[in-house]
């Protein structure tokens, strides 16, 4: 990514009594840079073994940790510490759903989130009911965090370029999760079970993935006023949360 870019995202990762990030794929350094002279106190997680020891040989990124780790299996936990810290980088497209996905729902949970992402991922983080991209990622951010996309890149500014458009989104840790359910595991098993067959109905999703009587599942959707026939990317958190803990019981 461009220096401008890179400094913008810094300045998004700014926490009140923190000033710890913990960056992945710091690849060259441009973001370890910013985020350094934006005073923030840096762990970089790097991949890849040449790079890593390109980012430690640059004196102007001595104050940072930088560490050669896969960001999937990398220890949070001791990177960050007992304080508030964000999440920052440029996330390549193969792990940023399970890599945010990860962060937030496992200890110790990132404050803020601040990624660059596909274009087509970033939609999917911040999608509404009713959108194409609106899926069980979508329900997970609502979930735990507040979503907003930050900006556009398009592929001018990377080198090299990119055949797709780069998006930065901000998620912001919810302190309560956004709604209360009765059981939370079986609260995401519906969720997913609901996505699970997007040509079909919610009732006929869940009666597969699940194996409860499409009629029980069309009983509660009608107690709660919802169409028969509703799909479950008609479904805001709340609908879920509510059918959920209606079929649990």
Known sequence: MDAGAAKHIASLCTLEGSGAVV??????????????????????????????????????LAAARIVCADALEFDYAAAAGSKPWCAAGNL????????????????PEPQRIVVMVQRDVADRFTAKPGTPSYGSLSVLVRYHALARRA??????????????????????????????????????????????YRRKTFANSI?????IERARVQTALAKHKLDAEIRAEQLDLGAFAALADELAS
């Open 151 to 196: 900006f556009v890149l398009g592929p001018g500014a990377f080198y090299p370029r990119p055949r797709v458009d780069s998006a930065v989104v901000v998620l912001e840790r919810r302190s309560e999760p956004a709604v209360g359910v009765r059981d939370r595991e079986f609260f995401w098993q519906v969720v997913r079970a609901g996505f699970a």
């Open 23 to 60: 960056e992945i794929g710091a690849g060259t350094g441009v973001l370890t840079r910013a985020l350094l002279e934006a005073g923030a106190r840096v762990t970089a997680v790097e991949i890849d073994p040449d790079l890593t020891e390109l980012l430690r040989a640059q004196a102007e």
């Open 92 to 107: 390549p497209y193969n792990i940023a759903t399970p890599l945010v996905a990860g962060w937030l729902t496992r200890a």
């Open 207 to 211: 009666a597969i993935a699940l194996g």
